[in-house]
């Protein structure tokens, strides 16, 4: 998507001659273009976005179409005025009209390693355990996700408690928050995630969980929280 005619035809030309690319479209009206990728006309896994739609006032409406389908956006400028606003759009990549071929090839290679990190998290989200290191020299625990009760952030520790036991390794809560996206668990406090399959019972801030456990949900959590429990409220139609 690309205003100056010259910067469309270089860069379909840098597309057309590297291996693993397929260019599914050229358009020099951003709106037009994300319309037709909102109506799934066409579905590109990446794009390259001319830097000046970050001064219009539609700025959002095309961020909003790109991000929501997860496409990586890379923006091309003759200058490098907006760089730093593009990256506010966690753009993988700023490029200054007009691309090398060579320049295009790292840019490339970014948006690669990009999908890589992706479809290393899709992966473990999808896998239904993990293995983590205990404290023991070269020892690695299984860890089923689904006897998973909670999880504990205590120093530089993270405590994952089961239905029988618990283990104790040395990871972020970040980390552990990423790897199990996508399932039952949901961060309620900056300190724990919990099993939504293990709660027992909720009183107000307080989570009743089927091991004996009660966590305090944080403030912070709880509107994330009771949006994502919202749906398995059973309330009368009278």
Not at 83 to 96: H, K, R, S
Not at 188 to 201: A, E, G, R, T
Not at 213 to 220: A, E, F, Q
Request: aromatic share 8%; with cysteine.
């Amino acid at each position: 998507m690309n205003r100056e005619p010259a910067a469309l035809g270089l860069l379909s030309q840098h597309v057309g001659k590297t291996s693993g690319l397929k260019l599914i479209g050229c358009n020099s009206d951003p709106l037009d273009a994300v319309a037709k990728i909102g109506r799934s006309e066409v579905i590109p896994d990446m794009v390259f976005l001319d830097s000046e739609v970050l001064r219009g006032s539609n700025m959002l409406k095309v961020r909003s179409a790109l991000l929501d389908r997860d496409t990586q956006v890379v923006f091309s400028s003759l200058d490098n005025d907006l760089a730093a606003a593009a990256f506010d759009w966690d753009a993988v990549d700023y490029l200054q009209q007009p691309v090398s071929y060579e320049r295009f090839l790292r840019c490339i290679n970014k948006v690669k390693e990009r999908f890589g990190l992706i479809n290393q998290v899709i992966e473990r989200a999808n896998a239904s355990c993990f293995f983590i290191q205990s404290d023991g020299k070269g020892k690695l625990i299984r860890v089923a996700k689904e006897r998973i009760v909670y999880v504990e952030s205590a120093l530089n520790y993270l405590h994952i408690h089961l239905d029988t036991s618990s283990h104790a390794t040395y990871l972020p809560i970040k980390e552990m928050e990423e790897n199990l996206s996508g399932g039952p668990f949901i961060r309620v406090h900056k300190s724990f995630i919990i099993n939504l399959d293990k709660i027992n019972v909720v009183e107000g801030n307080m989570i009743h969980l089927n091991n004996g456990k009660t966590i305090v949900l944080g403030p912070n959590y709880r509107k994330d929280f009771f949006e994502r429990i919202g749906s398995l409220v059973m309330k009368s139609k009278k």
